[in-house]
């Protein structure tokens, strides 16, 4: 009897941690979900880190066409920065919001997180159109190609981000704070968050590196 | 204390769950979270302009301040700790980040050498015709 139970407690606590669990069970929804989100967000990375390596390897392969120190704007790049730093930050407040079912905040930091991240998308649109008007489009050079395909995916990524946004307020409005709807924010918030992490990669790796070669 | 801690860890926490705080603690750790980054932002793109340190420190110290904000980052926006609620998140972590770095230092290393060892663009040419 006693052994059934050392063994039971065991198993409860595979890596002798001192915590003992009798019997959990499955994992809550919520976990699953977020934890499937998780591993997505991770392949997503590895998928930036592809272009990542593309850029690092073509970042000198500029075929007489500009090289980066040419043509990037150190001042832009900082304004791009802090804009996504600060809708992190509200984003998290958002969901903070969304935890405790406050609606006014959760409006308020989702809509300024809308906000910040569409002066993000302009400011670097602008960017993208006046290289093409000066005639440093992505065929240009093998450069310049890695430049536009690496920051241009995670410039769709917060685009796609933007939309999510919209809809997870719009179902907020219709539906309240349901159990699924903070699922879909807890994912919302996650994604946000990863892409901020992925644009501290490019603003180091491609602007900041990129003009000091 | 023994019994806190079992209804503590009744499960693992999801990724960008925190552990049960109020929600002044929460937005502080929003708030640090966001002063950390926005100092190693600044002290970035300083250190990139500068001509005050060592230039060829420069590329290095600006890998390691990213991997830093990246840190700070998981910590205090995604939440993903090192406590034993958090196993599976940080084993999940730590997969990504193998296969990035096998990725871009594997990407970055072969095309270093094959770059040295190759001869230039215009002795290639004539052996192509």
Redesign the interface.
């Known amino acids: 009897m006693s052994m059934t139970a050392t063994a039971g407690r065991a198993h409860a606590d595979p890596h002798h941690i001192g915590l003992v669990v009798e019997h959990p069970g499955p994992a809550s929804k919520r976990i699953v979900t977020a934890y499937g989100f998780w591993v997505f967000l991770l392949s997503d990375i590895v998928m930036f880190s592809c272009f990542f390596a593309a850029y690092a390897v073509l970042s000198g392969q500029t075929a007489g066409g500009p090289s980066g120190s040419e043509i990037f704007e150190q001042r832009n790049v900082a304004i791009e920065t802090v804009c996504l730093l600060l809708s992190s930050f509200t984003c998290g407040m958002a969901s903070i919001a969304a935890d405790v079912r406050n609606r006014f905040w959760f409006y308020l930091g989702m809509t300024v997180t809308c906000v910040l991240g569409l002066i993000f998308l302009t400011i670097e649109f602008r960017e993208f159109a006046d290289l093409v008007a000066r005639g440093y489009g992505p065929s240009r050079s093998a450069f310049l190609t890695s430049f536009f395909s690496l920051v241009g995916c995670h410039g769709l990524h917060v685009s796609a981000g933007v939309l999510w946004l919209l809809t997870m307020m719009a179902q907020v409005f219709a539906k309240g704070f349901r159990a699924d709807v903070l699922r879909r924010m807890m994912c919302f918030a996650l994604f946000w968050h990863a892409l901020d992490i992925v644009w501290v990669g490019v603003f180091s790796v491609v602007y900041l590196l990129g003009s000091a070669v | 204390m023994s019994d806190q801690?079992?209804v503590r860890?009744?499960?693992?926490?999801?990724?960008?769950?925190e552990e049960q705080h109020s929600?002044g603690e929460?937005?502080l750790g929003?708030?640090v979270?966001?002063g950390l980054?926005?100092v190693l932002?600044a002290t970035?793109?300083f250190i990139?302009?500068t001509d005050l340190v060592w230039q060829p420190s420069?590329?290095v110290a600006?890998?390691v301040?990213?991997i830093a904000?990246?840190g700070v980052?998981?910590v205090f926006?995604?939440h993903i700790t090192t406590g034993?609620d958090n196993t599976?998140?940080v084993l999940?972590?730590a997969?990504?980040l193998l296969?990035?770095f096998l990725?871009?230092g594997g990407?970055?290393w072969i095309?270093g050498h094959l770059n040295a060892n190759m001869p230039p663009m215009d002795q290639i040419m004539p052996m192509r015709k």
Do not use: C, K
Not at chain 2, 9 to 17: I, N, Q, S, V, Y
């Open positions: 801690m079992h860890t009744g499960h693992d926490l999801a990724p960008g769950e929600v929460r937005v929003y708030v979270g966001l980054a926005l932002t970035s793109f990139a302009g420069i590329p600006l890998i301040l990213a904000q990246m980052h998981l926006f995604l034993p599976n998140n999940a972590l997969f990504g296969v990035v990725v871009v990407t970055v095309m």
